[in-house]
């Protein structure tokens, strides 16, 4: 597939309205910056918030200080939410 300004091959597909435009890494970066006013990744970026540590599991309550004195988890989320936490002493 190639794109659909300058004919290299198309890596990204973006749409337009109902269509659906296939662009080059160039191109793409263009258009975004274009559209979005900023180019896609620092677009991205601002959607996902930057993750933040939690102190406990907001399911169970462990915390990880439990977790590095008893060597247990409190529940199969804590993995998710504790797993930065508990390995720092």
Do not use: D, I
Request: proline content about 9%; charged content about 20%; glycine content about 4%.
């Amino acid at each position: 597939m190639n794109c659909v300004y300058c004919e290299r091959f198309a890596r990204y597909e973006v749409r337009a309205g109902l269509q659906r435009l296939r662009l080059c890494e160039t191109c793409a970066y263009a258009w975004t910056k274009r559209e979005l006013s900023m180019p896609l990744p620092l677009w991205l970026q601002q959607l996902r918030p930057a993750p933040r540590p939690h102190h406990e599991c907001p399911f169970c309550g462990c915390t990880p200080a439990l977790v590095r004195e008893t060597g247990l988890y409190g529940c199969a989320l804590c993995y998710l939410f504790l797993r930065e936490n508990a390995s720092n002493p």
